[in-house]
């Protein structure tokens, strides 16, 4: 049997999420690892964008940041984030890759601030950097979200950072985004998500092993749609965990070394 993290089965799962011949800008952590891992198994011709301007590198090893040397490392091109908006918003980008603090029902993405005071917030958090761009420009946007709780998946969050569906259909649309992004899918410690086409509600979609729809409820702050057929997600495989270990993160920055 093999034994795998949470962390593991939440970037094997996203990377599963990822098709070849398709570009995907994402930011630093875990979504930065499933688009490596994506490249190492099923899709070797994603291309991966950089916020600080990496376009295409062929990474070494995991970056510790956007702006780390390596993401720019055997790259098409080194540039800036200036260019990098640039191509997001020409509609080169397939899929921009965030995380955040709380998320809603529609999809939106709090990383700014707790509370209902922005001025003196209960807890203050970085901020968009190019989260707003990247989940308002890219054709879709997939979420990670780790720690599945009602604290943090919520009805409304306490500021948008990233627009998700907003107030559900049309409603990106009415703000001038463009028609036919938004997110697409949220992977969490317990699931993934994808959403209603017609609500724009998330919707269970797939548990992980051992995860019961109960649970999911249970943990999430608002009432989730549930697909006619939820899947149980396929647990990593040993060589997706060599493919992490061994040549992705071999420093153990996210994924610990093995004992």
Same mark, same amino acid.
């Given at each position: 049997? =093999?034994?795998?993290?949470?962390?593991?089965?939440?970037?094997?799962?996203?990377?599963?999420?990822?098709?070849? @011949?398709? /570009?995907?800008?994402?930011?630093?952590?875990?979504?930065?690892?499933?688009?490596?891992?994506?490249?190492? =198994?099923?899709?070797?011709?994603?291309?991966?964008? $950089?916020?600080?301007?990496?376009?295409?590198?062929? *990474?070494?090893?995991?970056?510790?940041?956007?702006?780390?040397?390596?993401?720019?490392?055997?790259a098409?091109?080194?540039?800036?984030? %200036?260019?990098?908006?640039?191509?997001?918003?020409?509609?080169?980008?397939? +899929?921009?890759?965030?995380?955040?603090?709380?998320?809603?029902? +529609?999809?939106?993405? @709090?990383?700014?601030?707790?509370g209902? @005071? +922005?001025?003196?917030?209960?807890?203050?958090f970085?901020? /968009?950097?190019?989260?707003? #761009?990247?989940? /308002? *420009?890219?054709?879709?946007?997939?979420?990670? !979200?780790?720690?599945?709780?009602p604290?943090?998946?919520?009805?409304?969050?306490? $500021?948008?950072? =990233?627009p998700?569906?907003?107030?559900?259909?049309?409603?990106?649309?009415?703000?001038?985004?463009?028609?036919?992004?938004?997110? /697409?899918?949220?992977?969490? #410690?317990?699931c993934?998500?994808? $959403?209603?086409?017609?609500?724009?509600?998330?919707?269970?979609?797939?548990?992980?092993?051992?995860?019961?729809?109960?649970?999911?409820?249970?943990?999430?702050? $608002?009432?989730?749609?549930?697909?006619?057929?939820?899947?149980?997600?396929?647990?990593?495989?040993?060589?997706?965990?060599?493919?992490?270990?061994?040549?992705?993160?071999?420093n153990? !920055?996210?994924?610990?070394?093995? %004992?």
């Amino acid at each position: 049997m =093999t034994i795998y993290t949470v962390s593991e089965l939440m970037c094997v799962v996203a990377a599963r999420q990822l098709e070849d @011949n398709k /570009s995907v800008a994402v930011g630093t952590g875990l979504p930065m690892a499933a688009a490596m891992l994506a490249q190492q =198994t099923h899709a070797p011709n994603l291309l991966i964008n $950089f916020e600080a301007g990496g376009v295409a590198p062929q *990474l070494p090893t995991l970056p510790i940041s956007v702006g780390d040397s390596r993401t720019i490392h055997k790259a098409l091109m080194a540039t800036t984030l %200036v260019d990098i908006m640039d191509i997001i918003s020409r509609g080169y980008v397939d +899929y921009a890759f965030l995380g955040g603090a709380q998320i809603d029902k +529609y999809g939106n993405l @709090n990383s700014t601030m707790i509370g209902d @005071n +922005y001025n003196i917030p209960k807890v203050r958090f970085p901020g /968009s950097g190019g989260a707003n #761009d990247f989940g /308002s *420009l890219a054709w879709e946007t997939m979420i990670i !979200m780790d720690r599945h709780s009602p604290r943090r998946f919520v009805e409304k969050v306490d $500021f948008i950072t =990233t627009p998700g569906y907003l107030d559900g259909p049309g409603s990106r649309e009415e703000w001038g985004l463009f028609e036919g992004t938004g997110p /697409s899918r949220v992977i969490t #410690d317990l699931c993934l998500f994808d $959403f209603d086409p017609k609500t724009k509600v998330m919707r269970l979609s797939q548990t992980h092993p051992g995860i019961s729809i109960d649970d999911v409820k249970k943990a999430t702050g $608002f009432e989730i749609k549930i697909a006619d057929e939820v899947g149980v997600n396929e647990p990593p495989t040993e060589e997706d965990l060599r493919i992490l270990h061994e040549v992705i993160d071999p420093n153990g !920055m996210i994924f610990p070394k093995k %004992v």
